[in-house]
Nanobody, 124 residues
């Protein structure tokens, strides 16, 4: 069992930066690939970024490439999402998730555990 707790969300202006953190419980964190998803009001949940268990592979949705960076610290059982140049369309609840697959996964059905989410609001 893995429990995930996100933090770092907030209200920012367009162009600002935020860093989300996701702290995981359990001693097997390093064996999971991790991902970030988001869901805006009235929209489907969508993939944002993912990182393999070793941190060697990453994947991003097209609209965040060059602006968002996912990273992980296995010693701290934490995964991060650095978000730069934020846009109003980035406004959503952001969720982290853990997958038993070793490589970075883009599909939510590949994830086994989910956090409760953290709100990110970007004003124009």
């Amino acid at each position: 069992q893995v429990q995930l707790v996100e933090s770092g969300g907030g209200l920012v202006q367009a162009g600002d930066s935020l860093r989300l953190s996701c702290a995981a419980s359990g001693r097997t964190f390093s064996s999971y690939s991790m991902g970030w998803f988001r869901q805006a009001p009235g929209k489907e949940r969508e993939f944002v970024g993912a990182i393999g268990w070793s941190g060697g592979s990453t994947r991003y949705r097209e609209s965040v490439k060059g602006r968002f960076t996912i990273s992980r610290d296995n010693a701290k059982n934490t995964v991060y999402l650095q978000m730069n140049s934020l846009k109003p369309e980035d406004t959503a609840v952001y969720y982290c998730a853990a997958s038993r697959y070793s490589a970075a996964q883009t599909m939510d059905v590949r994830y086994d555990y989910w956090g409760q989410g953290t709100q990110v609001t970007v004003s124009s």
